[in-house]
Structure formats: C-alpha cells, structure tokens
Nanobody
Framework: QVQLVESGGGLVQPGGSLRLSCAAS????????MGWFRQAPGKEREFVAA????????LYRDSVKGRFTIYRDNAKNTVYLQMNRLKPEDTAVYYC?????????????????WGQGTQVTVSS
C-alpha cells in the first residue's frame, strides 16, 4: 500500500510560482511512475506532468511545457512540481498519483494510488 500526501498549494498572483510536493509512504516508491493531475471546477481531471521511476523520462501537457518542471527525490520518497509563470487557467485542485508498470504516463487510469489533492488558485 502506498499513501500520498500533497502540499504546497495556495493562492498566487498571475506570473507567480509555487512548488507542490507529494510525499509517499512505502518502500517501493522508487519503483513507481509518478504523475500530477489537476481538476478545475466543472471540468474533468486532466494530466499535467509525469516522471518515470528513473527520473530520466518526463512528460508534460502542452500548456505547461516550459513553465512546469516535475522531478523526484527517491531518497526522500517525494515528487515535486515546480510551477512558474502561473496563469489563471492553472487554477485547480492538483492531485499526485503513483503507478507501477505505467505504460501511458498521461492516462489517469494507469495510476493505482492517489493523494487527496491540494488547491492551487491563480488570481490577482
């Protein structure tokens, strides 16, 4: 069993930055692919970014490329999402997810474990 706890959300002005963290329990964290997804009010959950267990392969949705960076520290059982140049359309609840043997990093049903989410609000 893996438990995921997100932190780092909050209110930020357009153009600002936030760093989300996702701390995982369990000894096999380093074996999991990790992803970040988000869900805005009235919208479906969507893929944001993901990273394979090696930390070498990453994937981003087009709208966050060049602004967001996903990285992981397997020694700390933590994955991060650094978000820069935030826009109002980035406002959503952000969820961390973990999966073993993930084939399609951007597909939410490939992930087995999910966190409770952290709210990110971008507004002036």
């Amino acid at each position: 069993q893996v438990q995921l706890v997100e932190s780092g959300g909050g209110l930020v002005q357009p153009g600002g930055s936030l760093r989300l963290s996702c701390a995982a329990s369990g000894r096999t964290f380093s074996s999991f692919a990790m992803g970040w997804f988000r869900q805005a009010p009235g919208k479906e959950r969507e893929f944001v970014a993901a990273i394979r267990w090696t930390g070498v392969t990453t994937l981003y949705r087009d709208s966050v490329k060049g602004r967001f960076t996903i990285y992981r520290d397997n020694a700390k059982n933590t994955v991060y999402l650094q978000m820069n140049r935030l826009k109002p359309e980035d406002t959503a609840v952000y969820y961390c997810a973990a999966g073993f043997g993930v084939s399609m990093l951007s597909t939410n049903n490939e992930y087995t474990y999910w966190g409770q989410g952290t709210q990110v609000t971008v507004s002036s």
